[in-house]
């Protein structure tokens, strides 16, 4: 069974671009495309672990990963904070709102493949 | 607009001289994807790729095109993030195209890698802010650029596209709604903090001025400022939305420097109220602490009522009977001498706080401390009829708590010690004496003066009461014989008796202050 990725991001481009490299790789993809969009997906569906940009319109993802962190159902969901990497501290900041993994845009898609990977098969063992 | 964003060719005599390379970099990654195009590749997938791979190329030129010449440091966040996002959509969708392209087709994979490469270099010349820039989190010290979460609600799209395009590129956080449905939506939606409403008047579905009565008839929303836009000069129509509570007006087209001031001003403005929120909750815990401070001199009973009505504690005073007690350590002066300053302290923080908890317990105020001394009072601020009985039965807990000071005393080192205690009843003035700045609430008048005489002559473990007192009391007291005090400074003689407290059994603190 294919493992499903919520892909929280605003940017019409990139979120095209995730999705179809994604399920090429044989995932299935669930979408997002602001803070309160991605807490309704996650309420409709079980994901298996989130890719977040944190910079988002409505609700960004730093509020939004912070609200994961704190519901019991999700606490323990991987996520992994996109960001365009404006900042030097963003990947501090992602740590600091509970994300588990951090990839800088342009993103290095086997890197972050690689990431993706490696934090689902940790979670399958957990399970 | 045209003064802080320029056209292209003008980018070599500005603030950026790499803009230009840029430009022509871009120019560069179109050229190889038009003559990609021309190959007229294989399968449908790669077409797909290609085709999205030049809207991509678009969005960078665009993006590298508009970049804003001078611009605040959270402006600069934002176009290096839109910067990116786009050099990424370049990078992911070439990488595609490459994975759908097979070896054989040796010219697109050579043009596919060098767009790979100006893009990687492109990326290579605009470096993350370093951190000390700016903070995201804080509230940058310019005012001139302060930026917030808005809501822009306008049905016409143009409108509304060129609205949040000026307000992002100012640094503003911004979200939009078409009609008034979708605005109320995004405002029900509580774990939105909007700091700013743009608001149509003239909407398809709802007029303007029901959302901002909805607004404002919202607790949760009311302090949202909200600025109007409309299309019609109308004074009439202005007054109705200001007095409904909108913060400010602008007509179409909207004036661009106008509306940042506006937006700037209003922000501003709610800064300080959200300040103003801070405070209260300041003040909300400071009056914890004042309970929980003024709990330790007088029962939490008496701190409550006074803190529910201020006016209590009104700067005057009011003529009261009340009942003083004073107690004094025996032979403290000597003490004094013999034992370390330390030593002094410990011995007596440990006295004081003990017969302070008594008291309190018993419903009485700890109104001083006089070096050695305590000064009690029991019927003010607020007063009951038990007042006496209160005091007396006080003073005995008093002496049987001297025990458990001595106890401590013992386990520390420090000698025993024993107390003297006298009552005294009478009318006092009560109130908060002293200036403005530094006042306290006390007690004055001559039953005060009688009290501190009576104690002079209290003897070691006595519980001096005065004639007054012994008058005032409900409850049966066992006493010694009456005995004359003539002091100095008293215009009579007072009659006082040693209260026989080893024979009266321990009271125990009434119930209405005791928890």
Known sequence: ?127 | MQEKYSEPQETADTAHPSARSLTSQVAVLEQELASLMQDNPATPELQHGLTSLGEALDKLKQCVDYRPLQSSPEGERTWLHDFRNNINAVRGYTEMCLEDTSDSVQRLTATLQAILQCNEELLSSFPPIAEQTITPDVVPANDDARTGRLLVVEDNDANRAILCRQLTKTGHTVCEAKSGVEALRQLEDASVALDLILLDLMLPDMDGFEILQHIKNTASLREIPVIMISGQLQDAEVIRCIQAGAEDYLFKPVNEILLRARINASLERKSWRDREQTYLAELSNSHAFIRQTFGRYTSEDIANRLLEHPDGLDMGGSLQEVTTVMTDICGFTGLCNRLLPTEVVLLLNNYLGTLSDVIVSYGGTVDEFIGDAILAIFGAPLSSDDDADRAVACAIAMQHAMDVVNQKNMALGLPAIRTSIAVNTGTVIAGNIGSETRSKFGVVGQSVNITARIEDIAGADDVLISQCTLNALQKKVSVGPALALRAKGLDRIITVYAVNYSATPSAEPTPTYHE
């Open chain 1, 1 to 127: 069974m294919s493992s499903t990725l919520l892909i929280v991001e605003d940017n019409e481009m990139n979120r095209d671009l995730l999705t179809r490299r994604l399920q090429k790789k044989g995932f299935s993809t669930v979408l997002a495309v602001n803070g309160v969009d991605a807490m309704q997906r996650l309420d409709e569906v079980d994901v298996d672990l989130v890719l977040m940009d944190m910079n988002l319109p409505v609700q960004d993802g730093w509020t939004t990963c912070q609200m994961i962190r704190r519901d019991p159902q999700l606490q323990h969901l991987p996520i992994i904070a996109l960001t365009a990497h404006a900042m030097t501290n963003d990947r501090e900041r992602a740590r600091a709102v509970g994300c588990t993994e951090y990839e800088t845009k342009p993103i290095n898609f086997q890197q972050l493949l690689g990431k993706i990977q490696k934090l689902l098969a940790w979670q399958t063992t957990a399970n």
